[in-house]
């Protein structure tokens, strides 16, 4: 087993890559910018005169065009990499995250169906709709996941992924319907399906900073319940935890982290499976830690996938698609190395 860093250590590096990446990031594109001037306009929305001597054109790309999709990359990631480790720790399962339960297949149902109704005039606004129509969906599509996985006793981890797979299942074939509906409009669904930060806006990030932030909060408070959970559930409710509010609390809140990234971004796959996975065995199972960690460590990885795909390749790639092709390798590793041990979480 490969040596495990401290808490602080990683915590110091990620937040160092992180901070890095997000400045390099601001630099690259059609227009390359120096990185000393990214600090002196990201500086001078603060003290102006730290941007005197920029142009303003150079300004405007780097806070109007950049930076809110740099921000919103590092929040999503993040909080789909917080809600993987929950639902890993939940399930004792390393399989387990947003995308293999079908919680983000219906936060994308939801999303697919608010701009459909959207297109024909039956809804609110797309601003207010689609965050709304997506935490609906994903709560919908977890209850039904929970219900179908039910019928075992023990409610184990693999019947409550394989229902997420066939909950999931069964959302694609209904947003095919949708697309089908959608007509002329159907790119939209399409391309918002596959994934894409290229339309966030400070909007999005005024969306997605408090939920980081409050959900994030609540996961961090129960996670010494969720490390006691590890341990059994007689155990657990030997020292106290309720574990069935337990699970409730951080799977609807979990949802709503979810429905919210889904909404600004479409889905984007296996950042939560990917991420916690590789942090565990960095620097340990806590998950007072590997919350904080996973936060870092996903906004880090999706920063650098979109990166990818906005400044380095040819033309832009839809970023859900270039996760899946990270993370469907990954996620069948995962399953390979687990099958042949039969080892636990």
């Given amino acids: 087993m490969a040596a495990r860093l401290?808490?602080?250590?990683?915590?110091g590096a990620l937040l160092l890559l992180l901070l890095t990446a997000m400045l390099l990031a601001a630099g690259m594109g059609f227009m390359n910018i120096p990185a000393l001037s990214v600090a002196k306009a990201v500086g001078g929305h603060f003290f102006p005169s730290l941007a005197a001597g920029?142009?303003?054109?150079?300004?405007?790309?780097?806070?109007?065009?950049?930076l809110p999709r740099i921000m919103a990359a590092v929040l999503v990631?993040?909080?789909?990499?917080?809600?993987?480790?929950?639902?890993?720790?939940?399930?004792?399962?390393?399989?387990?995250?947003?995308?293999?339960?079908?919680?983000s297949s219906g936060a994308a149902f939801g999303a697919s169906l608010a701009i459909v109704l959207q297109v024909i005039g039956l809804t609110l606004p797309q601003s207010f709709s689609v965050p709304l129509f997506a935490f609906a969906g994903s709560?919908?599509?977890?209850?039904?996941?929970?219900?179908?996985?039910?019928?075992d006793q023990r409610l184990s981890s693999s019947s409550l992924i394989l229902s997420g797979v066939i909950v999931a299942a069964i959302l694609s074939a209904a947003i095919g319907f949708l697309k089908f509906l959608a007509d002329e409009q159907v790119s939209i669904i399409i391309f918002w399906l596959m994934g894409s930060l290229s339309s966030a806006s400070r909007?999005?990030?005024?969306?997605?900073?408090?939920?980081?932030?409050?959900?994030?909060?609540?996961?961090?408070f129960f996670s010494r319940d969720l490390n006691i959970m590890a341990a059994g559930e007689r155990a657990a409710a030997s020292l106290g935890v309720n574990t069935a509010r337990l699970r409730w609390t951080l799977l609807l809140t979990c949802s709503l982290m979810t429905a919210l990234c889904v909404a600004v971004s479409g889905i984007i796959g296996f950042v939560g499976l990917v991420a916690p996975h590789l942090l565990r065995h960095l620097a340990g199972p806590d998950n007072r830690r590997l919350i904080?960690?996973?936060?870092?460590?996903?906004?880090?990885?999706?920063?650098?996938?979109?990166?990818?795909?906005?400044?380095?390749?040819?033309?832009?790639?839809?970023?859900?698609?270039?996760?899946?092709?990270i993370g469907g390798p990954f996620f069948a590793c995962i399953f390979k190395k687990r099958q042949q041990s039969n080892a636990g979480f």
Avoid: H, K
């Fill in 6 to 11: 401290g808490f602080p250590w990683a915590a």
């Fill in 54 to 66: 920029l142009d303003p054109p150079t300004v405007a790309i780097v806070l109007d065009v950049r």
């Fill in 77 to 103: 990631g993040g909080m789909l990499a917080v809600c993987g480790t929950v639902f890993q720790a939940i399930l004792l399962n390393p399989l387990a995250d947003p995308y293999t339960l079908g919680v």
């Fill in 139 to 151: 709560i919908a599509a977890l209850v039904a996941v929970l219900t179908l996985a039910a019928g």
């Fill in 203 to 220: 909007q999005d990030i005024l969306l997605l900073a408090p939920a980081a932030l409050a959900g994030s909060a609540v996961c961090l």
């Fill in 292 to 325: 904080v960690l996973s936060f870092l460590g996903g906004g880090l990885l999706l920063l650098c996938a979109d990166t990818l795909t906005r400044a380095v390749l040819p033309a832009e790639v839809p970023i859900g698609v270039l996760t899946s092709l």
